[in-house]
């Protein structure tokens, strides 16, 4: 497994901006974000795969985008638009299997973050 160390998040106004950075301790196959609401199970956002595929979640599409830096084993994601419904803790996940195929299912990713609060007020 490799560490996950995030950075960012806070507390915005709705149509706020935000940014959130994750920095892998080594290489990674798939790398995204997830958020968790309180009693919700967790929800993906932004997943990429090794090949820089990159995979939007339909409530976050055209306002989230996510910047992966594989040289560096990096990953951002930049939150524009928010919303109340954003609020969440957002964790950044991975994992090393290259022949995995990435996907939504949490369950395949081994690597998690500390995951940081984002707070959108109305």
């Known amino acids: 497994q490799v560490h996950l160390v995030e950075s960012g998040g806070g507390s915005v106004q709705a149509g706020g901006s935000l940014r959130l950075s994750c920095a892998a301790s080594?290489?990674?196959?798939?790398m995204g974000w997830f958020r968790q609401r309180p009693g919700e199970e967790r929800e993906g956002v932004i997943y990429?795969?090794?090949?820089?595929?990159?995979y939007h979640a339909d409530p976050v599409r055209g306002r989230f985008t996510a910047s992966r830096d594989s040289a560096q084993n990096t990953l951002s994601l930049q939150m524009t638009a928010l919303k109340p419904e954003d609020t969440a803790v957002y964790y950044c996940?991975?994992?090393?299997?290259?022949?995995?195929?990435?996907?939504?299912?949490?369950?395949?990713?081994?690597?998690w973050g500390q995951g940081t609060q984002v707070t959108v007020s109305s």
């Open positions: 080594g290489r990674t196959s798939c």
């Open positions: 996940a991975a994992q090393e299997d290259r022949a995995a195929i990435c996907s939504w299912n949490f369950k395949q990713y081994t690597s």
């Open positions: 990429t795969d090794s090949r820089g595929g990159l």
